[in-house]
């Protein structure tokens, strides 16, 4: 076997590596004739009345918010793993809530069927054919709640819908409204009751986050104002589906220059090569890291993906893709920090 390619390993605070990125940002920014075509006040000031929203209703998670915002605006399907009770399943209806989008929860049991979620065919006597009755999967923003307690043959419904935004009933291909967002919570693995996700479906979330418990003041807020899901049917929309759509698309043009994507690539190698995982990060989550990034560039005003939109967005992307290889242990949040270390920003 040829011998692995060793990155260069440099320890050092995120905070120098963010200043270190500041002070080299003219690599990355986009060139004049890029500028101007998206108007960068423009997306600060439509996405900060939905994030202060958010923030009225899932309280003390500023970061955790921004990310799940950034996961829609990149088209992409989210994860949140956490124990009962922390907001994940309020958080999803919130997000619909603001963006004005439909929405449809599926409790995800030992028993559901993939028809379930689909939808099912019906023999209809007075014109002798069958007719196909849509599922809670046609739904601009679904919820697969608690998606590890069901089977395989279950979980496997989402997998054309959240890779191709299409789904196949007796041979009859539906397209998906658009914009399909699918937000899945997920027990803790330990938990009774639980299967293991497999991973081409953990590789079709663009992200993963953890809500965890609120700190001392956001938990005496809640206790002294009491359940946060009555205020959620009281908020309002803020952006339509059009808006939405229309920042989905001035995401992907966000400008990605030769040495940004150098830096990814070093990550995406060292994720490959270095021994640390069971096998690195796939095409398809090298692109997730690409987009992501991009969405937290364009949240942030900039007129191009720095380096630290890529560490702000590259722990939520990475570790649900990643197993550490035999013999090592880290913690979900160790792992995106240990590649970050190990890969400078030159």
Not at 157 to 183: C, H, I, K, N, S
């Amino acid at each position: 076997m040829p011998a692995r390619r060793k990155m260069p390993v440099v320890i050092r605070p995120k905070a120098v590596m963010l200043t270190m990125a500041s002070n080299h940002r003219f690599k990355y920014r986009a060139a004049a004739s890029e500028r101007g075509k998206i108007r960068l006040s423009d997306p600060v000031e439509l996405i900060q009345p939905v994030l202060d929203a958010l923030n009225s209703i899932i309280v003390g998670k500023p970061n955790e918010l921004r990310l799940s915002l950034a996961c829609l605006l990149s088209r992409g399907h989210l994860l949140i793993e956490d124990l009962p009770g922390v907001g994940k399943t309020t958080l999803a209806h919130a997000l619909a809530k603001v963006m004005d989008l439909s929405y449809q929860r599926v409790q995800f049991t030992s028993d559901l069927l993939p028809a379930d979620v689909i939808g099912v065919s019906i023999f209809r006597r007075d014109t002798g054919r069958f007719e196909f009755h849509k599922g809670p999967i046609f739904s601009q923003l679904l919820l697969a709640d608690e998606i590890n307690r069901a089977t395989p043959k279950a979980q496997s419904a989402l997998l054309e819908a959240m890779e191709e935004r299409q789904v196949t009933a007796d041979g009859t291909t539906y397209a998906l409204p658009a914009p399909f967002f699918v937000v899945a919570t997920r027990n803790p693995a330990q938990q009774i009751g639980t299967f293991p996700l497999p991973e081409s479906q953990l590789d079709r979330f663009l992200m993963q986050i953890t809500l965890g418990y609120p700190g001392p003041t956001e938990e005496r807020q809640l206790l002294a104002n009491g359940d946060r899901r009555g205020l959620v049917d009281k908020l309002p929309a803020l952006l339509s589906v059009d808006a939405l759509l229309n920042l989905q698309q001035a995401v992907a043009k966000v400008h990605l220059s030769e040495a940004l994507l150098d830096y990814v690539q070093a990550l995406i190698a060292h994720t490959r090569e270095s021994g640390e995982f069971m096998q690195g990060l796939s095409p398809r989550g090298a692109i997730a890291l690409v987009r992501a990034s991009q969405a937290w560039a364009f949240m942030s005003g900039h007129d191009g993906v720095y380096p630290e939109d890529v560490q702000a967005v590259l722990p939520t992307v990475v570790t649900h893709r990643l197993e550490p290889a035999q013999g090592r242990e880290t913690t979900p949040a160790g792992t995106g920090q240990a590649i970050l270390d190990a890969v400078p920003v030159t």
